[in-house]
């Protein structure tokens, strides 16, 4: 459920030529603001059912630090250092939520070189001491009510992977320091518990691995594993039962047919776009291999993988990347986020709306050329095309829950959206309900 973070490339690669709107904000053209970095707000990492988040900050005095949020509290955003002090002229360079909500886990880093783990509310903590020198990243901690967490430390160009378990007393056991490797993920299948992890050799080949728990307290080999192409090697992936979700670059430019009519171009360059990007699954798990070549996915994927989340059970994933509309009037260039259920391959492209001079975001639509298509528009509208590291959180009958980061005001913000799939064929969506979880407007 945990998806791998990484830099977003955005490129386009199409029949043709075309004036892009890349550079404007909104469908009616507003250029957006520059975004200013002591009030960005990102990494995000939520509840399954949305209530609880952290994320991080540089918006007091240009430090780092956690914040959580907390839905059902008076104050529903507040740092984790108001509860558990930090000590001075140190910052919080990362952070994981369990899916349950129950748990958090920081790096703080500075005057003091520590793992935090603490309970939601602070009322229970536990931390490791690091070496001076240790660099950590990709923070995890397991789904599904495990008791694991994981993290990659540096030191001297060197990566280990550190695995361990915790009680509800966060009594804490090392069961694992595995050498030369990093990006650890938890998945859940069954009763089991796995961990994915990366391997590079000399060369610069990266490999996929992955480890079995067993009765032994020990993390086993398993014998598959992946070898990546170093442009995918540090681009996101998610682990769930269905596996690990990955995507990968292809060796030849795939067509795909996009919506709208853009008058000015030629036929072949309305309707066909390059897709440079797929997801792809390492079938680490005795569970049916999803097919990414279907046309259901070739339609309404985009052309770049941004991040990519799915639900512990691996029923539903999220993608969150860049693409390109071509309507009547203007190509319509974006970030957007596209909702994907695995069983069946329907995939359901998200773009944020609402109308052009109100704060809240009301609406979401499949595409936009609905909008640019008609002959008389009623309303200016507003379309949220910086869309970025979207995670899906659950989906329960047919209501969906995730979060998202936007840099719509300049500023990059956390949002939370609710809604109902009316129809997955006629891509519908009822009852958007979104909500600010950073609140840092301008």
């Given at each position: 459920m945990r998806p791998w973070i990484g830099p977003l490339a955005l490129w386009l690669i199409s029949c043709g030529s075309s004036s892009s709107?890349?550079?404007?904000?909104?469908?009616?053209?507003t250029t957006a603001v520059v975004e200013d970095p002591a009030k960005v707000d990102f990494a995000p990492q939520a509840s399954?059912?949305?209530?609880?988040?952290?994320?991080?900050?540089?918006?007091?005095?240009?430090?780092?630090?956690?914040?959580?949020?907390?839905?059902?509290?008076?104050?529903?955003?507040?740092a984790l250092s108001e509860g558990i002090p930090i000590e001075p002229l140190t910052d919080e360079l990362g952070t994981s939520l369990s899916d349950d909500g129950a748990w958090i886990l920081t790096w703080r880093s500075g005057a003091k070189n520590e793992l935090l783990l603490n309970s939601f509310d602070s009322t229970q903590k536990t931390s490791l001491e690091l070496t001076s020198e240790a660099r950590l990243r990709e923070l995890t901690l397991a789904p599904s009510g495990q008791r694991f967490f994981a993290y990659t430390e540096r030191k001297a160009g060197a990566d280990t992977v550190?695995?361990?378990s915790f009680t509800a007393s966060l009594g804490l056991t090392k069961e694992a320091e595995i050498s030369g490797?990093?990006?650890?993920?938890?998945?859940?299948?069954?009763?089991?518990?796995?961990?994915?992890?990366?391997?590079?050799?000399?060369?610069?080949?990266?490999?996929?691995?992955?480890?079995k728990r067993s009765a032994g307290l020990t993390w086993d080999l398993q014998t598959g594993s992946l070898t990546l192409k170093s442009a995918d090697a540090a681009l996101p992936s998610a682990a769930s039962a269905q596996g690990l979700i990955y995507p990968?670059?292809?060796?030849?430019v795939r067509l795909k047919t996009k919506l709208g009519t853009f008058t000015t171009e030629s036929k072949e360059y309305q309707t066909n776009v390059g897709i440079v990007q797929e997801a792809s699954q390492f079938q680490a798990f005795d569970t049916t291999p999803v097919d990414f070549s279907l046309e259901l996915y070739r339609k309404n994927q985009p052309l770049t993988l941004g991040s990519v989340s799915t639900t512990a059970d691996g029923a539903y994933m999220l993608l969150s990347g860049y693409d390109a509309w071509f309507c009547k009037n203007r190509t319509q260039s974006n970030n957007l986020m596209v909702l994907v259920r695995l069983s069946?391959?329907?995939?359901?492209?998200?773009?944020?709306?609402?109308?052009?001079?109100?704060?809240?975001?009301?609406?979401?639509?499949?595409?936009?050329?609905?909008?640019?298509d008609q002959e008389t528009i009623p309303k200016p509208q507003d379309f949220d095309v910086t869309t970025?590291?979207?995670?899906?959180?659950?989906?329960?009958?047919?209501?969906?829950?995730?979060?998202?980061?936007?840099?719509?005001?300049?500023?990059?913000?956390?949002?939370?959206?609710?809604?109902?799939?009316?129809?997955?064929?006629?891509?519908t969506y009822a009852n958007p309900v979104f909500t600010e979880i950073s609140a840092n407007h301008r």
């Amino acid at each position: 459920m945990r998806p791998w973070i990484g830099p977003l490339a955005l490129w386009l690669i199409s029949c043709g030529s075309s004036s892009s709107d890349n550079d404007n904000n909104t469908a009616t053209g507003t250029t957006a603001v520059v975004e200013d970095p002591a009030k960005v707000d990102f990494a995000p990492q939520a509840s399954t059912d949305g209530q609880k988040a952290v994320f991080l900050s540089r918006r007091v005095a240009g430090v780092y630090r956690v914040y959580v949020y907390n839905e059902s509290a008076a104050t529903k955003l507040t740092a984790l250092s108001e509860g558990i002090p930090i000590e001075p002229l140190t910052d919080e360079l990362g952070t994981s939520l369990s899916d349950d909500g129950a748990w958090i886990l920081t790096w703080r880093s500075g005057a003091k070189n520590e793992l935090l783990l603490n309970s939601f509310d602070s009322t229970q903590k536990t931390s490791l001491e690091l070496t001076s020198e240790a660099r950590l990243r990709e923070l995890t901690l397991a789904p599904s009510g495990q008791r694991f967490f994981a993290y990659t430390e540096r030191k001297a160009g060197a990566d280990t992977v550190f695995i361990y378990s915790f009680t509800a007393s966060l009594g804490l056991t090392k069961e694992a320091e595995i050498s030369g490797e990093y990006g650890a993920q938890f998945a859940v299948s069954g009763s089991d518990v796995y961990v994915f992890t990366r391997k590079a050799d000399a060369s610069g080949v990266v490999t996929v691995q992955y480890r079995k728990r067993s009765a032994g307290l020990t993390w086993d080999l398993q014998t598959g594993s992946l070898t990546l192409k170093s442009a995918d090697a540090a681009l996101p992936s998610a682990a769930s039962a269905q596996g690990l979700i990955y995507p990968q670059s292809l060796d030849a430019v795939r067509l795909k047919t996009k919506l709208g009519t853009f008058t000015t171009e030629s036929k072949e360059y309305q309707t066909n776009v390059g897709i440079v990007q797929e997801a792809s699954q390492f079938q680490a798990f005795d569970t049916t291999p999803v097919d990414f070549s279907l046309e259901l996915y070739r339609k309404n994927q985009p052309l770049t993988l941004g991040s990519v989340s799915t639900t512990a059970d691996g029923a539903y994933m999220l993608l969150s990347g860049y693409d390109a509309w071509f309507c009547k009037n203007r190509t319509q260039s974006n970030n957007l986020m596209v909702l994907v259920r695995l069983s069946d391959g329907f995939s359901l492209p998200l773009i944020p709306t609402r109308e052009t001079g109100t704060e809240p975001w009301t609406g979401v639509v499949a595409e936009p050329c609905s909008y640019f298509d008609q002959e008389t528009i009623p309303k200016p509208q507003d379309f949220d095309v910086t869309t970025v590291n979207g995670q899906i959180l659950s989906v329960n009958g047919s209501r969906v829950t995730l979060i998202f980061e936007s840099r719509y005001t300049g500023d990059r913000e956390i949002r939370r959206l609710s809604f109902d799939v009316s129809d997955w064929t006629a891509k519908t969506y009822a009852n958007p309900v979104f909500t600010e979880i950073s609140a840092n407007h301008r």
